[in-house]
């Protein structure tokens, strides 16, 4: 995109994808001070993110991703913005920063139905509620899923993992606390 960037990373380790994020941003911020004679930060704050579950939600981060372009009036269809990975997963062209995710997998038995089914995703367009959702779960960095794959995520990580209700609390809920 023009003002922001995509990714849908599965991690090797549990800080791979802040350990990318930190030095993508500190590399990159050197080469364009040095190249522009400027110096101090390029971007606004911090990158957002949300740990996804996989089944329903990654293909729907995927068709969310490759559709952004589309929604902003970029492009017309999916494979025709630069920076995509739909020519890689419809159309099977190389592309060394892409590894198949699982679900990518599941779609077929061999490459060709997998392709396949990948451009069936975009027949049509997401629907509003789940674009609303994607978004609110990345700007909130909450677990994108169930409800039962949020409380996982919050007892693995000793952390809130849904979006909490806004304002402040009832007194109930101060006094059983």
Known sequence: MTNHVHLLLTPARKNS??????????????HVNRMYGRSGTLWEGRFRSCLTQSEDYVLACYRYIEFNPVRAGMVGEPGAYRWTSYPANALGRIDGLITPHDEYMRLGHNEEARR??????????????????????????????????????ESALDRRARRG?????????LESE
């Open 17 to 30: 994808a802040a350990l990318l994020m930190k030095h993508l941003g500190q590399r990159y911020v050197q």
């Open 116 to 153: 396949e089914a990948y451009r069936g995703l975009f027949k049509t367009h997401l629907n509003a509620e789940t674009v609303r959702t994607i978004r609110e779960a990345t700007n909130g960095n909450v677990a994108l899923g169930e409800p039962r794959f949020q409380k996982e995520v």
């Open 165 to 173: 209700r806004p304002g402040r609390p009832k007194a109930a809920q």
